[in-house]
């Protein structure tokens, strides 16, 4: 019985973050462009922490895809965040800023939140942290790990389709 609980709480712990990676120690991100994650372009609309969620990504240009997202509750706009995927040093970097829904940021003017790329698959991009799977033309998973205040952290999927 003790060796059955064991495996199940291995199991669950492997589990708690499937989807999402790091990079290893002294490991560089891959080589990559905006056209290997050009399928992200797009209006996607979903539901996560009760309320819907709605995220608007662009097509490549000017070596970004920019991005918009906004999580409404109860009618209200909780909060916002603007970033996008630019190319770096040939690969890819994710950053994003948040934002109240008086557009006041989260983070000091110079911070953004990075997500270094660690690897591409063909329906699949690992960036750390974060990892956004295309399931098919019309619908996509987020993956991301957050932090939350008691110092856990937990994996979060947001499933969108496109409107």
């Not at 060796?3 to 989807?19: D, E, G, K, M, P």
């Not at 000017?62 to 706009?77: D, Y």
């Not at 996008?84 to 953004?112: A, D, P, R, V, Y």
């Not at 991009?125 to 856990?152: C, P, Q, R």
């Amino acid at each position: 019985m003790k060796f059955t609980y064991i495996l199940f709480l291995l199991f669950s712990l492997n589990i708690y973050a499937q989807n999402t990676i790091k990079l290893k120690e002294g490991q560089n991100s891959p080589k990559a462009s905006l056209a290997d994650v050009s399928w992200i372009a797009g209006h996607w609309k979903g539901e996560a922490f009760g309320g819907i969620t709605e995220e608007i990504w662009s097509p490549p240009l000017g070596n970004s895809m920019m991005f918009v997202f906004k999580l409404v509750s109860e009618g209200k706009v909780q909060f916002y965040e603007i970033g996008h995927i630019k190319e770096q040093e040939e690969s890819l970097i994710l950053q994003l800023k948040h934002f109240t829904e008086n557009l006041k940021g989260w983070e000091t003017k110079e911070q953004t939140i990075d997500f270094k790329l660690v690897k591409l698959e063909e329906n699949k991009v690992y960036f750390e942290d974060f990892t956004i799977e295309k399931l098919n033309a019309n619908e996509i998973n987020l993956y991301v790990l957050i932090a939350h205040e008691d110092g856990t952290k937990k994996e979060e999927k947001f499933n969108y389709k496109k409107l």
